[in-house]
């Protein structure tokens, strides 16, 4: 924020004047004059120049001080005539609110609408009335606001039911109708008015305001100076970073401050970027100008006078200040919109209302925003004056619209937004249609708007502009607004409503006409299409409309009489469109099997052809509604069916079908992609209900009027089909056309589409009118046929059908009666599987299926079958009936000429095919054969009420063809194919159906007597006949299970029988290993495995040992195959590894990293906040295998980025790579190191004191030899000051240097491993000769360790036998490489290591800057310490050992630790002590007797406790991670085993481990000495920070109501630009920070480069790793580093089990902990980085986002 620097003297000169100014007085002085008006422009002209815009930064704290008291308070003291403060009050006593809620959404606030009881779903409350309604427990939708709009609590109109909260609930005891202005005095009123009127016209005039340098009369300032500002203004052409770069230019600022007129520009449409002169502000407007005008509209700058900036800053405020001052009163509401809607002296349209709307694109976006804001709190809010403000909407709203087209800001910015707060209440929307007949004005607007047409009038939008694209998709918004006025259905009809419905109707019409037909398509032969036609305007338009299609026809069918007007209307629309479609040609006439038809010649494949038919598919869809009325049903003569002319109606849409046809048949290969695309839409779920759907319905009505003969004739021939069929000798078809193998096999592709079309032509009943059937048959067909395909997810299933325009599908109304939910683990999500009894619904043809999801639903219900052990074949199901209308498509069935076809197909069938029939084809005809005899079944069973039945299917089939005379009949056919061997794959259904056949037949014959079959076509007949054939299957079924078990057993033997052997194979090999010891070290006998193995100590002298040379381990290389031995001078074999920062066991996010150059790491300090984890995928390789392959790696990166300029998932730059074998990111390696042999020692050890007395003698030694050389070193002196000559004890040899006994490529190794521990964990360069290297290496050592521990705590599992083998293997070579990095580093160093790490137990006066012990992590120390002791032990051969010494490292810093606990879990209150026996006693004695020892050091710091229950219980509880982890690492350290009994659980394993150490909790009083001379540098101030044991870091807890969280994030608001909403606020679940992300304003640097909020955060939170959740979009988000990232599934699920990233589907979302607890376990096992890895190489487009800029 840039401070205020140049105005510091301008208010402190004015001081005076305003101290002395009275607001009362001024009222009062108001209340006396006669030009009211005037008086108080004189006011504002003296003093808003005063306050506002005095220099070239705003000063808005000055001005928000200011103006309320020179400005507003005078207003105010006039308006209530009384102290304001008073006066408001009293008004809001009076008030009596309305029960509108009205609160404003404020942009990513959740708004809720309920599915149940909505009147559409811009129906929303806000989260406050959510929570206190009857919908929370309804189906409802959450979403996030976009802005702008308001909460419809309280609205009657807006809910079928439950409109109030109980907040908003009305008194039943006021007559909310009451005018509220009879509360108010007159001359309350009157002042009111007076006010509210010159304030209201001076910010309209303000704002409209055009002159840059003038003012309007009255305002101009006594005093003018020439201060002026450059104003920039925003437009949507230019880009951020163009703005940015022409601001740096031309007014010489910062990148910073230019990105901050950016943001400001952008958000509140303007903002001045200079102050001064005329001449200095002109000067950078020509700059920005000429910068900006190269390749688009320059850039708006003005040059404006700073008093006029100073009025309009004042506008917004008084504007503001109205919209609050009329919250304490709706009187005060109604008579502020009664001054706005006054008609002014120009006569109508001149309110000042309606100057604001007319002027709104002129005005900038901040302007805009409060008056819009203001309107929404006035005139939308008091019911009378939002009908008059809805009539002059209505009236001003062609040129609103008309500006809104022109403007470019969008559309939530525009005053024409508004209209969904009228147009959605359904009876503002009826009085605007009868009264400004607003649906004839929104579509004449829109036609108005869209000038591309053809020729024909058609709509054309081939090449149009990018500008016309930009304007066409502005225009759509119209087709919202239409939408909005028809959304709600009226339940009454007026007769004016009626005539201005049908005039708006037939203004649709109009603009369907333009459309019928647009975009013709011809077929391209010889060569492809040179460029692909614009198609997509022409679909986006279709697309829009489908919703108000739709609902037009809901509208017409909700009255009989508008629906036979519209009727009329559009049959001759379209036979207005049509007429002349017969001309010039002479119609050709076709027969056929004894029939003839006339029709015109036309082909599809030659001539052009249109998608888009919207008039003959309107048409269809009111015929099918016609249908259901009453009048088809009793007096179809009154319908206008007579005009109809039934080829007319069918050819187009017919036309279309084919089309589809022939590009399935691959004829239209050379259009191009276009035309593919549009078929995929014309079928597709978005368009398919007014396109594909109607195109059906308007075949099945021509159809259902024609000769059924005579339509199939037609529909051959527009097939291109007829030739085939009609020749005499057709079913001999194999024989001739040996021609041309792509025509044929066009030609069955053809064949095989119109037998399709044919069935569902006469199977698709589902259509309400058209079947008799209810909406709910309709979509629970759908869904049945959508889970036959498998079963599905609920958001699958509703992106399969399709929505209304309420975004229903109605799928939950039926969803449970047709199919089951199985809920999800913790992956996947919950799926819908198809009752098994819905199956029989399965229609293999139906029509919304594709051919790949009906060749997958076949195969899914054929297994079902046969699982099932039923018979395979799929029938046809049974069929509703049709309406009346439609009742004569069954024919189809019976007519000759399909006849005809079906006994061809099944002639040509009786040859094995050569490519001239197929198996589809085949299967076609079977169905169709199937349809007709369930048909003739169902007439059969109804014939009893219905007498009439002159349905004979099999009557028909029976008999042989007429012409040629004698071919056999179909039955006859069927008979024969049954045994032919080419056609095992139809025999199913070829048997089916003649056993459907003699059913039929023996139902006809005893039709009278015996009762009819079940109607599935299961007779008892047909089931004795199945009988003995399910008989034969079921025999050979039995057969082949146990044939299945047999060979099961037989592999179960064999698999058995190799584990025993592996078993035994192993146990010797096992055996083995253990005894064959080191001849060398026989002498060590009495501690191995078979003396000891009861107790199996890891540490100490009586540690358990596998001897000097442990098992022989040999390992296999991944990458060469060779098996190699791990030896010390063998061969250096290492684990890819990955070493990272860790920062998931800190107790202190609040510490500032290090800076790395000056760190010290010697000392962890408790809170744990930074460490160095490593973790390994545990796969082996040789070192110089993995040298070349990195090298490899490497060199092919350099290749490639040269090349490609693409990213990677990994950094080579950085050591990074990915492992070999499994692609785990990996940065280094790490030996893998043998047990070194220990001697033993079997002379007397010396105990803790002695030990330590020899010990500080070499220390001494040490200490002073070491100073000795450092001096020598820097200038050759021999004694300097305190430099003591301290002779080393026996045996102690200063000058040894131990031999390296490693080989030379591991000690590569050792130093690579090291030197990458060093340069990750401390963020620096490496440098092999750093003295940090060792501590490096030992902390990471003791931190995975420490981490480790604490997930199996967290995992409840055992300390011991849990770890899966790759984390095993990597702790144990992390701890045996920490034991031996010693050997590459300077033997010196490390040696004084050890004495600063010793000192810090052991006070040593010589060693300076020693931490305090309550400072230092104990169990880091005990690493150190023991991982360090080897380089100074190596320098003794006076028989001391090694083990001993680590036995006292661990008591010594044991003590320390309970020390530390003892200090830290003192507690404040005496508590309850209770009692314990036995053992317990004895330790609660000693801790009590240890406890005060340390208060006699410490003095009185310390309370007395009389018991040590308390005491005891801290130490144990404190010291358990402690001792787990020592466990951990001398189990990995010396290499000993595990006993058995530790694998059992962790409690256990904790209580053996003390003992494995045998080691006594409490310690002998000398212990303790040594630690209490050194407590006096103890600092309280520490004392309470830390308690141990540390608990386990948690993710944050997340609320269980997703919606929380979104609320939580709505109120967030920009940290850095002055409270503005975030516009992508994002949750850390480690700390829960909540960031903006994604955002310039909150960009920092970090190490040179500009990154996000969410980066940046990492690096302080989480040590460059980060978990967070972006609320918005209901997705987590990994980041690693500044370059790496992925998303990740929510932890939040739907009721379907499902998450919904990007919140799209809006169902209630709730934590699901299982996944939290996933994520959790991911981050706590420091698998982040890696998941990124993974999900990074999965999708390589995420490798490309930049991550830093979240
Ligand atoms: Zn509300
Ligand atoms: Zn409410
Ligand atoms: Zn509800
Ligand atoms: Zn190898
Ligand atoms: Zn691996
Ligand atoms: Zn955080
Ligand atoms: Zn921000």
């Known amino acids: 924020m840039a401070a205020v620097e140049t105005d510091r003297d301008a208010p402190s000169a004015l001081c005076s004047e305003f101290l002395n100014f009275s607001a009362k007085d001024t009222a009062a002085k108001w209340l006396q004059v006669s030009n009211l008006p005037k008086e108080v422009y004189q006011h504002l002209a003296c003093y808003v120049p005063k306050i506002y815009c005095l220099g070239p930064n705003l000063n808005p704290q000055n001005e928000d001080l200011l103006a309320p008291l020179l400005l507003q308070s005078p207003l105010e003291w006039y308006l209530c005539g009384e102290e304001p403060s008073v006066g408001l009050a009293k008004l809001e006593q009076n008030n009596q609110p309305s029960q509108l809620c009205g609160h404003v959404f404020k942009v990513g606030e959740p708004t809720y609408s309920c599915r149940e009881c909505a009147a559409d779903p811009t129906c929303v409350l806000c989260m406050q009335c959510f929570l206190g309604s009857v919908h929370k427990e309804h189906r409802y939708r959450m979403t996030t606001s976009g802005g702008g709009g308001f909460c419809d609590c309280g609205d009657t109109e807006a809910w079928k039911k439950g409109p109030y909260c109980q907040k908003h609930e009305p008194n039943i005891s006021d007559s909310s109708q009451k005018d509220p202005l009879a509360n108010l005095s007159d001359e309350m009123i009157a002042r009111t008015y007076n006010v509210f009127s010159i304030i209201l016209k001076y910010a309209v005039d303000m704002l409209t305001w055009e002159k840059e340098d003038e003012l309007p009369e009255g305002l101009e300032p006594p005093a003018r100076g020439d201060t002026y500002y450059c104003m920039l203004f925003n437009d949507e052409v230019h880009t951020y970073e163009q703005v940015i770069y022409t601001l740096q230019k031309a007014v010489n600022c910062t990148q910073k401050e230019a990105v901050s007129f950016a943001t400001t520009v952008d958000r509140d449409g303007r903002k001045s970027v200079r102050f001064g002169d005329f001449q200095f502000c002109e000067q950078a407007k020509s700059v920005i100008v000429r910068n900006t005008s190269r390749q688009t509209k320059p850039l708006r700058v003005q040059v404006m006078h700073s008093s006029v900036v100073a009025h309009q800053c004042f506008a917004l405020k008084a504007l503001t200040w109205l919209g609050q001052i009329i919250r304490y009163s709706d009187a005060l509401r109604r008579i502020l919109c009664q001054v706005g809607l006054q008609r002014g002296p120009e006569g109508e349209n001149s309110s000042l209302v309606d100057t604001l709307m007319l002027c709104d694109s002129k005005m900038w976006k901040g302007a805009r925003n409060v008056y819009h804001q203001l309107f929404m709190s006035s005139l939308l809010m008091d019911t009378k004056y939002k009908k008059l403000f809805a009539i002059q909407f209505a009236k001003n709203y062609e040129r609103l619209q008309s500006d809104y087209v022109k403007d470019d800001h969008d559309r939530e910015f525009s005053v024409t937004d508004l209209s969904v707060q009228m147009f959605t209440v359904p009876s503002l929307a009826r009085m605007l249609i009868t009264e400004e007949n607003l649906m004839t004005t929104i579509i004449r607007t829109f036609m108005d708007h869209l000038r591309h047409r053809d020729l024909h009038g058609h709509f054309q939008f081939e090449r149009y502009t990018a500008q016309q694209a930009f304007k066409f998709r502005r225009v759509q918004s119209l087709i919202g607004d239409l939408k909005y006025v028809l959304i709600s259905r009226p339940t009454e009809w007026t007769d004016q409503l009626r005539e201005k419905y049908l005039e708006g109707f037939s203004a649709f019409l109009e603009l369907l006409k333009c459309m019928q037909g647009m975009d013709p398509v011809v077929r391209q032969v010889g060569q492809h299409i040179e460029m692909e036609p614009e198609w997509e305007a022409a679909f986006t338009l279709q697309m829009k409309l489908t919703h108000i299609i739709s609902m037009m026809q809901e509208w017409c069918s909700s009255d009989e009489r508008v629906l036979i007007e519209a009727y009329k209307k559009c049959l001759s629309a379209l036979t207005h469109c049509h007429s002349g479609f017969t001309d010039g040609e002479q119609p050709i006439t076709l027969s056929m099997c004894g029939h003839s038809v006339d029709t015109i010649r036309y082909c599809v494949s030659q001539e052009k052809v249109s998608i888009h038919l919207p008039l003959s598919r309107l048409l269809a869809g009111l015929h099918a509604l016609l249908s259901k009325t009453e009048v088809a049903y009793r007096f179809p003569e009154l319908l206008p069916l007579s005009e109809l002319s039934p080829p007319m109606l069918i050819e187009h849409p017919l036309r279309c079908l084919v089309l589809c046809a022939q590009v399935h048949a691959g004829m239209w290969r050379r259009n191009g992609f276009s035309l593919v695309n549009q078929i995929y839409y014309y079928h597709n779920v978005k368009c398919r209900v007014e396109m594909f759907d109607k195109d059906l319905s308007m075949l099945q009505a021509g159809a259902s009027m024609m000769d059924p003969n005579h339509f199939l004739m037609i529909m051959l021939s527009r097939f291109e089909l007829y030739h085939i069929f009609s020749s005499a000798d057709c079913r001999k078809r194999y024989n001739r056309e040996n021609a041309n193998k792509d025509v044929v096999q066009q030609n069955n592709t053809l064949i095989e589409e119109m037998l399709h079309l044919v069935i569902m032509i006469v199977g698709e009943r589902y259509t309400a009118g058209v079947g008799q059937v209810e909406c709910f048959d309709e979509i629970r067909r759908e869904i049945v046929h959508q889970l036959c395909i498998r079963p599905m997810a609920h958001s699958e299933l509703v992106k399969a059908l399709p929505e209304n325009e309420n975004k229903e599908t109605g799928m939950e109304r039926v969803i449970d009666s047709v199919a089951l939910f199985k809920k999800p683990g913790v992956t996947g999500k919950g799926l819908y599987k198809l009752r098994p009894e819905s199956a029989k619904m399965f229609n293999l043809y139906f029509h919304h299926y594709s051919r790949a999801d009906q060749s997958k639903a076949e195969e899914a219900q054929r297994k079902i079958k046969r699982q099932n052990g039923e018979d395979s074949v799929l029938p046809p199901p049974v069929l509703p009936r049709f309406c009346p209308l439609f009742a004569s498509l069954v024919n189809i069935l019976q007519c000759d000429v399909l006849l005809g076809i079906l006994g061809a197909v099944l002639q040509w069938a009786m040859e094995p095919s050569g490519g001239h029939w197929s198996e589809s084809m085949l299967q076609r005809v079977l169905h169709l054969i199937g349809m007709g005899l369930v048909e003739e079944q169902q007439h059969l069973l109804s014939s009893a009420e219905d007498n009439d039945t002159n349905f004979n299917f099999t009557l028909k089939i029976s008999r042989p063809g007429e012409a040629p005379a004698n071919t056999p009949s179909i039955l006859a056919l069927l008979e024969t194919l049954q045994n032919a061997p080419h056609l095992e794959v139809h025999k199913d259904m070829i048997r089916w159906i003649l056993k459907t056949v003699a059913n039929i037949k023996t139902t006809r014959e005893c039709t009278a007597s015996a009762p009819p079959s079940d109607s599935s076509g299961h007779s008892q007949e047909e089931v004795s006949i199945g009988s003995t054939v399910r008989d034969k299957d079921k025999a050979e079924r039995k057969r082949k299970a146990e044939m299945a078990r047999l060979r099961r057993e037989k592999i179960m033997a064999q698999m058995s029988e190799m584990q025993r052997h592996f078993i035994n194979e192993n146990k010797e090999l096992f055996q083995q290993s253990l005894e064959e010891l080191d001849p060398s070290t026989s002498s060590t006998l009495e501690h191995s495995p078979s003396s000891c193995d009861s107790t199996l100590f890891c540490v100490g002298p009586r540690r358990w040992r596998a001897g000097g040379s442990d098992r022989r381990q040999v390992v296999t290389c991944i990458l060469c195959q060779e098996e190699q031995e791990i030896r010390i001078d063998g061969k250096a074999m290492v684990l890819a590894a990955f070493v990272q920062r860790s920062t998931v066991m800190s107790k202190n996010r609040k510490r500032p990293p290090h800076n790395p150059d000056k760190y010290d790491p010697l000392f962890m300090h408790p809170d744990l906040s930074f460490g160095t984890h490593t973790g390994s995928c545990g796969h082996i390789m040789h070192s110089h295998c993995w040298q070349r392959y990195f090298e490899a790696v490497q060199a092919k990166e350099q290749r490639r980025q040269q090349r490609l300029r693409v990213h990677t998932s990994y950094d080579v730059e950085n050591g990074e790579f990915l492992c070999p074998l499994c692609e785990c990111l990996s940065n280094t390696v790490i030996p893998l190191l043998k047990f070194k042999s220990i001697y033993c020692f079997l002379s007397e050890q010396p105990d803790l004191s002695q030990w330590l007395n020899i010990t500080s003698l070499q220390m001494k030694a040490l200490l002073s030899a070491h100073r000795k050389a450092k001096a020598a070193d820097a200038d050759g002196v021999d004694d300097m000051d305190g430099v003591n000559d301290c002779p080393p004890p026996d045996g102690f040899k200063l000058d040894y240097t131990p031999k390296n006994p490693y080989s030379s490529t591991i000690k590569e190794m050792l130093t690579t491993f090291g030197t990458a521990t060093y340069k990750v964990g401390l963020k620096v360069h490496p440098n092999e000769q750093d003295p940090r290297v060792p501590i490096m290496c030992w902390g990471s050592c003791a931190y995975t360790i420490q981490s480790i521990e604490r997930l199996l705590v967290d995992e409840e599992k055992p300390l011991f036998g849990s770890l899966p083998c790759r984390q095993d293997d990597c702790l144990s070579s992390l701890t045996r490489f920490g034991s031996a990095c010693w050997t590459v580093s300077s033997h010196a ?88 026996g036995g053992a317990e006693r004895e330790e609660e004695e000693k801790v009590c007797m240890f406890y005060n020892t340390l208060r006699t050091h410490l003095g009185s710091g310390l309370r007395e406790v009389d018991s040590g229950w308390h005491l005891w219980c801290c130490v144990k509880a404190g010291i358990l991670p402690y001792l787990r982890a020592a466990a951990l690492f001398f189990h990995y350290l010396n290499g000993a085993p595990a006993p058995p009994e530790l694998h059992i659980s962790h409690l256990c394993a904790a209580g053996s481990s003390e003992q494995r150490g045998s080691h006594q909790v409490c310690p002998a009083p000398q212990h303790s000495r040594v630690h209490c001379s050194r407590s006096s540098s103890v600092h309280y101030s520490t004392i309470s920070y830390f308690r141990f044991p540390r608990e386990s870091n948690h993710l944050i807890e997340l609320p269980g109501d997703y919606s929380a969280l979104i609320n939580q994030a709505s109120s967030f608001t920009c940290p850095k630009s002055g409270g503005d909403k975030s516009r992508a606020p994002t949750l850390c679940l480690v700390c829960g920070a909540m960031l903006c992300s994604q955002s310039y304003c909150c960009q920092s640097e970090l190490e040179g480069v500009d990154v996000g909020a969410c980066t940046a955060h990492t690096f302080a939170c989480g040590a460059g790793v980060g978990i967070f959740l972006r609320v918005r979009e209901s997705q987590v988000l990994f980041l690693a580093g500044k370059t790496k990232g992925c998303f990740y599934a929510p932890p939040y699920l739907d009721d379907y089990g499902e998450t919904d990233q990007g919140l799209r589907r809006g169902n209630p979302l709730h934590l699901c902990q299982e996944r939290y607890r996933k994520i959790q376990k991911l981050w706590r096992q420091h698998s982040i980085t890696e998941e990124i890895g993974h999900a990074q190489e999965a999708n390589q487009t995420l490798v490309g986002i930049d991550w830093q800029h979240l």
């Open 1389 to 1476: 160093t490390v040696q004084n290591h050890f004495i600063r790490l010793l000192a810090a137990l052991v006070p040593d006066p010589r060693v300076e800057n020693t931490p305090c012990i309550l400072d230092i992590d104990m169990f880091h120390l005990l690493v150190s310490l023991v991982l360090s002791h080897p380089a100074v032990f190596s320098l003794d051969s006076s028989g001391l050992s090694a083990d001993t010494a680590q036995l006292h490292f661990l008591h010594l810093v044991t003590v320390a630790h309970i020390v530390q606990i003892l200090l830290s879990s003192v507690p404040e209150e005496v508590q309850m002590e209770q009692e314990s």
